[in-house]
C-alpha cells in the first residue's frame, strides 16, 4: 500500500487530476477489500492516508471533473514502484497458471474448464503460502497479451520501455498454449 500511498500523495488519480478507466478498474477493489473492512480500513486510514483519500474521492465525488490526464500519456514516475511489485508479485503466478492450464487441457481435452485447478506456492514479500491455481487469471492476462500483440511502431517501444522499467520482462515471455475466452459468463477453449 505504502507505493500506491506515495503516488496518490503526488496525482489526485493515477494518470494525473482525473479519473481514467484503471481508476474505476482500482477503486471497486480498494473500497471492497480495504476501506469498507473493520481492521484493514482502520490500517488504510492510518497508514495509507492518500488511498483512503483517493477512495473518497472516487466512491463519493463532489463537483465535476476539473483536472486533466498528464501530457502525451505520460505513465507518472511514483507508478512505477507500484508497477514493479505487480510484476514482480503477479507474472510468477500467471506463468505457474498457465502452465497448469496448459498440463491440464492436455490431459482432459474434452471436461469443462474448472474454476480452480489446484493450488501452488507463492511468495509476497518475503513470505510464502499457497494460493489457488484459477484459469480465470488467463482470460485476463490473455486480454493484456492480445493488446500488446497488436501494439506497433511507437506503441509498442513505449510498451517495452514500461516494462524494462519495471522489470516486466516476463510478460512477454509467458506461453498461452492453452489460451481462453468468456463466453456466456463462462469460460471456454478459445
Not at 492450464?101 to 480452480?116: C, G, H, Q, S, Y
Not at 522499467?165 to 459468463?185: R, S, T, Y
Request: net charge negative.
Amino acid at each position: 500500500m505504502s507505493e500506491l500511498d506515495t503516488h496518490f500523495r503526488h496525482h489526485l488519480y493515477l494518470l494525473g487530476e482525473r479519473p481514467c478507466t484503471g481508476d474505476f478498474a482500482l477503486v471497486g477493489a480498494l473500497y471492497a477489500h480495504l476501506y469498507r473492512d473493520a481492521s484493514a480500513g482502520a490500517l488504510t486510514r492510518k497508514e495509507g492516508i492518500a488511498v483512503a483519500q483517493y477512495v473518497e474521492r472516487m466512491m463519493f465525488p463532489r463537483g465535476g471533473l476539473i483536472g486533466d490526464y498528464l501530457p502525451e500519456d505520460t505513465i507518472p514516475e511514483t507508478l512505477i514502484p507500484m508497477l514493479s511489485r505487480i510484476m514482480r508479485e503477479q507474472m510468477p503466478c500467471i506463468e505457474v497458471t498457465a502452465r497448469c492450464l496448459a498440463t491440464w487441457k492436455m490431459e482432459n481435452p474434452d471436461v469443462d474448464i474448472p474454476r480452480m485447478l489446484g493450488k501452488h506456492e507463492f511468495s509476497l514479500e518475503g513470505l510464502s503460502a499457497n494460493r489457488g491455481i484459477f484459469p480465470y487469471a488467463i482470460w485476463l492476462f490473455g486480454c493484456a497479451r492480445e493488446l500488446y500483440d497488436n501494439m506497433d511502431g511507437n506503441a509498442r517501444k513505449e510498451a517495452d520501455a514500461l516494462l524494462d522499467q519495471c522489470g516486466g520482462g516476463l510478460f512477454c515471455k509467458i506461453p498461452i498454449n492453452a489460451p481462453v475466452k468468456l463466453q456466456d459468463f463462462r469460460l471456454q477453449w478459445a
